[in-house]
């Protein structure tokens, strides 16, 4: 919550009404007003500088009822009406079916689709690949649960967005979100990752839909602050499935770095974005898929499609269904001898270091 100030400091912007707060990202001593407004101007500029969107297009807000994605939602209401952007904007949802978690942060997401008058589609993991977090859970362990409901994921918002007939997602990944990938890449030695993850607007390979991140200079504080004074109805428990082991390490070694220098999360990013890499040739083994029988796939050279369930790829059998083909093996050995084997999740790490 809110840093304390002394209580006859005057706003530094206004410097009319008493500062209730210390900016997270600067330090400033600002009352709750020019804090609100402040924050919203940013994005604005961000949205402006990069030209993240054109008058009349359809936007799909990723929508997880969590504090990120629920105050995107509010300030691009805001934003869409105070200068006329002429979005029409649409709450998208990926039930990933995690009983306890996932249900309770719907039911918010669809309180805030009346409180911001914003359509709102629901796609689930079940509907389109036929199992639920939980049950991959159940059949692969937690260990590797991250990296099956980012793959999954992000394929889920690409397909609800087609379904849509919209070609450009938002998310609510924030500044922290960003220098602890940064971070990330660089204590994994995986550099040829770092320069895409400070990207602002990506797209998937073969995908139709592109992804922008608007808070991509937004503090996370400041998020919550935001959330905070205007009173946002969000859900704020934690995914039931712990995060990722090295991430939060990232994470914690980030926030322990902000506390002693607020301004290191922007730098990180800057940094980033510096970091111009010497762009490899690709090779045929750089873009081989791993099967779950250990044999390889090359890439696809005649057409974008998932041999297997039709979806854009350019290798012949996406990400996901890589993963999936993982789990049934997985499933049925499970059935025939009772025994869990870890077979699915030495395809993950397999996977995670290939490049598709
Ligand atoms: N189930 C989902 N449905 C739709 N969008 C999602 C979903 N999960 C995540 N996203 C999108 O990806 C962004 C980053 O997700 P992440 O899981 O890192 O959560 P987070 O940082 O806790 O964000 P939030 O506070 O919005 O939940 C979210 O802000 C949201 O825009």
Same mark, same amino acid.
């Given at each position: 919550m809110p840093s304390a100030v002394k209580i006859n400091a005057l706003c530094e912007?206004?410097?009319?009404r008493k500062a209730v707060m210390r900016r997270p990202k600067n330090l400033q001593k600002l009352c709750k007003e020019c804090f609100i407004h402040v924050f919203e101007t940013e994005i604005h500029r961000t949205i402006q500088r990069e030209h993240l969107f054109y008058r009349g297009e359809s936007v799909a807000i990723g929508a997880s009822g969590g504090k990120d994605s629920t105050v995107l939602a509010a300030v691009m209401k805001t934003l869409n009406e105070r200068y006329d952007y002429g979005l029409h904007l649409i709450l998208l949802s990926i039930d990933?079916?995690?009983?306890?978690?996932r249900d309770d942060s719907l039911a918010t997401v669809k309180r805030n689709q009346s409180q911001y008058e914003m359509p709102l589609e629901i796609v689930s993991y079940k509907q389109l690949y036929d199992w639920t977090m939980d049950e991959i859970v159940a059949c692969?362990?937690?260990?590797s649960s991250c990296t099956y409901c980012g793959v999954l994921r992000r394929q889920a918002l690409d397909r609800g967005a087609l379904k849509l007939e919209v070609h450009h997602v938002i998310t609510g990944h924030n500044a922290d979100d960003m220098a602890e990938t940064v971070l990330l890449n660089i204590l994994r030695g995986d550099t040829a990752r770092i320069e895409q993850s400070v990207n602002i607007t990506t797209n998937s390979q073969g995908s139709p839909v592109k992804r922008s991140k608007?808070?991509?200079?937004?503090y996370e504080k400041e998020i919550v602050l935001y959330a905070h004074y205007r009173k946002l109805d969000y859900f704020s428990t934690e995914c039931t499935y712990a995060p990722e082991a090295f991430r939060g390490t990232a994470r914690t070694l980030l926030k322990n770095l902000e506390l002693v220098r607020p301004s290191c999360i922007l730098d990180i990013i800057h940094s980033g974005e510096q970091l111009k890499l010497k762009h490899k040739r690709r090779n045929a083994s750089s873009e081989m898929e791993v099967r779950s029988n250990g044999s390889v796939s090359l890439p696809n050279?005649?057409? +974008? #499609?998932?041999?297997?369930?039709?979806?854009?790829?350019? +290798? #012949?059998?996406c990400k996901a269904c890589i993963l999936l083909e993982g789990l049934e093996i997985n499933r049925a050995k499970v059935q025939i001898d009772g025994t869990s084997v870890d077979g699915a999740a030495k395809l993950t790490k397999t996977l995670e270091h290939l490049a598709f």
């Open positions: 912007l206004c410097h009319c990933e079916g995690i009983v306890g978690y692969s362990g937690i260990k608007p808070f991509k200079y937004a050279k005649d057409g +974008n #499609r998932c041999e297997r369930c039709g979806y854009l790829s350019t +290798n #012949r059998i």
